[in-house]
């Protein structure tokens, strides 16, 4: 069984400056890894797919890296809708980490 | 595009079972595999299990083998998610979504309170 282990638990940071969050598998993944962004009170949205895809609609200051155990979700420069929770998940298992949170600093 | 709209809110004592339906527009239910999504107050997303139309077979975590239940209706293109014998830990949004995460269901509360 596949386990996702995110990092940072909480990303302390300012609009306009860049996150890196951080999504390591317990073993080698295929690109089925994806990124989800959930605000409170709201179902979670699919940013990213096949670990370096974007979704429909999703902007360009997101973006997914990585292969093998290690992805990482770059958001380039943090716009005020952006502080959220982030989940990354494996849809080969449907594994979920355990979430970051990038909150305003 | 996917639109997938949730049953609403449910109160339940412990033991009870609940009954969550997900209506599918925009495709046909056949075409797609329902994923069920649960998540506890505070908590993280957790995996419940998932419908296969091409041979109609379910899946379920291993967590919830033995309480949970997921059918579908396709003449109403609506999918069910049965769970049964339910305790307070079980107080969650339960989310439907499709098999890529793209497109989810607006979440039903269940509160399980004596």
């Known amino acids: 069984e596949i386990v996702l282990t995110q990092s940072p638990g909480t990303l302390s940071l300012s609009p306009g400056e860049r996150a890196t969050l951080s999504c390591r598998a317990s073993?080698?993944?295929?690109?089925?890894l994806g990124w989800l962004q959930q605000k409170p009170g709201q179902a979670p949205r699919l940013l990213i797919y096949g670990a370096s895809n974007r979704a429909t609609g999703v902007p360009a200051r997101f973006r997914g890296s990585g292969s093998g155990t290690d992805f990482t979700l770059t958001i380039t420069s943090l716009e005020p809708e952006d502080f959220a929770v982030y989940y990354c998940?494996?849809?080969?298992?449907?594994?979920f980490g355990g979430g970051t949170k990038v909150e305003i600093k | 595009q996917v639109h997938l709209v949730q049953s609403g809110a449910e109160v339940k004592k412990p033991g009870a079972s609940v009954k969550v339906s997900c209506k599918v527009s925009?495709?046909?239910?056949?075409?797609?595999?329902i994923h069920w999504v649960r998540q506890a107050p505070g908590k993280g997303l957790e995996w419940m299990g998932s419908?296969?139309?091409?041979?109609?077979?379910?899946f379920y975590a291993q967590k919830f083998q033995d309480r949970v239940a997921l059918t579908e209706d396709t003449s109403t293109d609506t999918a069910y998610m049965e769970l049964t014998r339910l305790r307070s830990d079980d107080t969650a949004v339960y989310y439907c979504t499709t098999e890529i995460a793209a497109d989810w269901g607006q979440g039903t509360l269940v509160t399980v309170s004596s």
């Open positions: 419908f296969d139309p091409e041979d109609g077979e379910t």
């Open positions: 925009g495709r046909s239910l056949t075409e797609l595999s």
């Open positions: 998940h494996h849809r080969g298992n449907w594994a």
């Open positions: 073993e080698t993944v295929t690109s089925s």
